[in-house]
């Protein structure tokens, strides 16, 4: 399998899977000025940032974009960028901020002023919203699978909670993996924090982290007032969703604690009743794999996350599933974050399938299968989460949540 998705031809013979807006036919025939690895993400309030990547390099950064197929009334310029990785050299990777956009609303698009179009829909403006959630992505057909499981059913904002291409140094991955993703990245905001497999470290040779994942998935962090691209949040639809990094400084006093203290204390319940945070290695997990990676973090800054009365903890990292009880400092608490790992979603080293046994009291759904997460928001006090796995379409787990801020006692306590 390994060797199969290190074939760039391959890839695009077996991407072009039946999804939705904007496959292309033939991949390989584009010329060097196609946009290729088209995506978009949230950028600040009401913007989104239109991604994607040409072989010329002096393309121009613009996308022009409107309400109707074939008519773009607006357009916006950007800028553009490439990275070097050993002998490897990036194509022109161009980012491009569009806006004010109106939400709920189909756009239609263009990278470049070049063909083909795309369209997206922003999220909406009030609830519900939909996110859907999965990490450690890969690129396998495993991967498929779950993207193709994704995509048959609607959702506002995809969520990734790190390990995105598995490149591993390995950059055409990079190029194959945002090939892959394009028909959903293109039509739906993608928001993703970093894992383990982005560091892409090599001694002596490459001693900068995060090369190849800071130049391609450019995410709202300066829109967010943080200085770094590894920790940042947005807000969707009454959701203050944060993104932090798992592997990069964060004791106290870091810039990345600092900036996490502030925007928590900046979050207005009334606006955003509900928070979400992201990170890759999980906090709490009881399947064999990766045990203890989480524990400096989570001893740092679990204790910000409580207070502040965050909702849930979605991570990755561990390649299976499981979702726990309300908790604070390994103990079930009914103030605490409802912690979920979700590193289902296709990588190609396989599942985590061995748990401790027998399984602690805290943890109260865990099986080692690929799937997604769902979460869709319903209004201010209540939310629903769901489970699948790619091998059918039923939902596998499930749970009702009622938001933190709505809770009389958590608040009272606070
Ligand atoms: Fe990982």
Not at 87 to 101: A, D, R
Not at 378 to 395: E, I, K, M, Q, Y
Request: glycine share 8%; net charge negative; with cysteine.
């Amino acid at each position: 399998m390994k060797i199969f998705w290190q074939y760039p031809l391959l890839i695009s013979i077996f991407t072009i899977w039946g999804s939705t807006e904007s496959t292309r036919w033939p991949l390989n025939f584009l010329s060097d000025s196609d946009p290729q690895q088209v995506r978009i993400s949230l950028a600040g309030k009401n913007q989104v940032l239109v991604s994607w990547i040409t072989s010329d390099k002096n393309v121009e950064s613009v996308v022009v974009y409107g309400k109707v197929s074939g008519k773009y009334d607006n357009s916006s310029v950007g800028q553009s960028s490439s990275y070097q990785y050993l002998t490897y050299n990036s194509g022109e990777i161009h980012q491009v901020k569009i806006g004010p956009l109106e939400p709920g609303t189909l756009y239609y698009y263009r990278c470049g002023g070049a063909t083909p179009e795309f369209s997206f829909r922003t999220p909406p403006s009030v609830f519900p919203v939909e996110f859907a959630v999965v990490g450690d992505l890969g690129q396998t057909e495993w991967t498929k699978s779950t993207l193709q499981h994704v995509g048959a059913m609607p959702y506002d904002v995809f969520l990734l909670p790190g390990d995105l291409s598995y490149a591993d140094t390995e950059q055409p991955l990079w190029d194959s993996f945002g090939t892959l993703v394009e028909p959903l990245a293109s039509s739906r905001p993608w928001m993703v924090t970093q894992g383990n497999h982005e560091i892409e470290t090599i001694p002596v040779l490459h001693s900068q982290s995060f090369t190849a994942y800071n130049a391609r998935w450019l995410m709202p962090y300066q829109e967010s007032q943080s200085t770094s691209n590894l920790y940042y949040s947005f807000d969707v639809s009454g959701v203050h969703v944060i993104m932090l990094g798992s592997y990069t400084d964060f004791e106290v006093g870091s810039d990345q604690y600092t900036w996490l203290q502030a925007d928590l204390k900046g979050v207005d319940r009334t606006k955003t009743p509900w928070i979400l945070v992201l990170l890759h290695a999980p906090w709490y997990n009881s399947n064999l794999a990766h045990q203890g990676e989480g524990e400096s973090m989570r001893k740092t800054m679990e204790n910000m996350l409580f207070r502040e009365r965050v909702d849930m903890v979605l991570a990755g990292h561990v390649h299976a599933y499981e979702r726990f009880t309300r908790v604070y400092d390994n103990n079930a608490n009914e103030c605490g974050p409802v912690y979920v790992t979700i590193g289902d979603g296709g990588n190609r080293e396989g599942l985590a399938t061995t748990f401790e046994s027998p399984s602690p009291s805290i943890s109260l759904y865990r099986e080692a299968s690929f799937g997604h997460g769902r979460l869709r928001v319903l209004n201010s006090s209540h939310a629903h989460w769901t489970w699948r796995r790619n091998n059918d379409t039923t939902v596998a787990d499930e749970m009702w949540l009622k938001s933190l801020s709505s809770s009389d006692s958590c608040n009272g306590s606070a």
